[in-house]
């Protein structure tokens, strides 16, 4: 992690969290959790989709903080067959903060397919979830400071050859650890959102 940028982050773009309009500093794309695995030229590829939205388009407001903050159904096809368990990490690049803003970190088994509200009681059961930037369990809605640009939230979909368990809730640096030269598969799917925007 670049101090200069830390620094910049935590003086002049944190607050815009609260107080909203455009800051010039940025997470960056280049501190994705894909970016930081390395996995961007990884010859398995897994096609990610949403019924809510479109890949690149909008995030429907009911998913956001400023409606009910539904958790995004994900689905997904193609995982490699030696899979032993995949990790959603959702993440925003363009929040004024030292990295990411994660918005949802889930350990699923390796026959998993979908995630979110399409997933039936049973199979949210098998879901583990690991904190947010706001030390939270599960999908934290999108909440971009208010007056700035579009954000882009990427859902990041990783397919490990190995067994995780996410028992204490473990944060994104600790998971980033465990799954580094573990990955088969990646996939991504990115929606944006807006505040003042409706969708």
Same mark, same amino acid.
């Given at each position: 992690?670049?101090?200069?940028?830390?620094?910049?982050?935590?003086?002049?773009? #944190? $607050?815009?969290?609260?107080?909203?309009?455009?800051?010039?500093?940025?997470?960056?794309?280049?501190?994705?959790?894909?970016?930081?695995?390395?996995? +961007?030229?990884? $010859?398995?590829?897994? $096609? @990610?989709?949403?019924? =809510?939205?479109? !890949?690149?388009?909008?995030? !429907?407001?009911?998913?956001? =903080?400023?409606?009910?903050?539904?958790? $995004? !159904?994900?689905?997904? +096809?193609?995982?490699?067959?030696?899979?032993?368990?995949? #990790?959603?990490?959702? /993440?925003?690049?363009?929040?004024?903060?030292? %990295?990411?803003?994660?918005?949802?970190?889930?350990? @699923?088994? !390796? /026959?998993? +397919?979908?995630?979110?509200?399409?997933?039936?009681? /049973? %199979? *949210? *059961?098998?879901? /583990?979830?690991?904190?947010?930037?706001?030390?939270?369990?599960?999908?934290?809605?999108? *909440?971009?400071?208010?007056?700035?640009?579009?954000?882009?939230?990427?859902?990041?979909?990783?397919?490990?050859?190995?067994?995780?368990?996410? &028992?204490?809730?473990?944060?994104?640096?600790?998971?980033?650890?465990?799954?580094? &030269?573990?990955?088969?598969?990646?996939?991504?799917? #990115?929606?944006?959102? %807006?505040?003042?925007?409706?969708?």
């Amino acid at each position: 992690m670049k101090i200069g940028h830390t620094v910049r982050a935590l003086l002049t773009g #944190v $607050p815009h969290l609260l107080l909203g309009g455009r800051s010039s500093v940025r997470a960056g794309a280049e501190r994705l959790a894909s970016a930081r695995l390395g996995v +961007r030229g990884l $010859p398995v590829i897994i $096609p @990610m989709d949403s019924v =809510a939205f479109n !890949p690149g388009g909008p995030i !429907p407001s009911r998913y956001t =903080a400023d409606g009910d903050s539904l958790t $995004p !159904p994900l689905l997904w +096809r193609d995982v490699p067959e030696a899979t032993r368990s995949l #990790v959603l990490i959702a /993440e925003d690049p363009d929040a004024p903060t030292p %990295q990411p803003f994660v918005h949802w970190i889930a350990l @699923m088994p !390796p /026959e998993a +397919r979908s995630l979110g509200i399409l997933l039936s009681k /049973e %199979q *949210a *059961a098998t879901v /583990e979830t690991g904190r947010t930037t706001l030390l939270r369990t599960g999908w934290v809605g999108c *909440a971009p400071p208010r007056g700035d640009s579009a954000h882009h939230y990427h859902f990041q979909l990783f397919a490990l050859d190995r067994e995780l368990h996410l &028992g204490s809730h473990p944060g994104r640096s600790v998971l980033l650890r465990q799954m580094k &030269g573990h990955v088969l598969g990646f996939g991504e799917l #990115v929606g944006t959102y %807006q505040r003042g925007v409706l969708h």
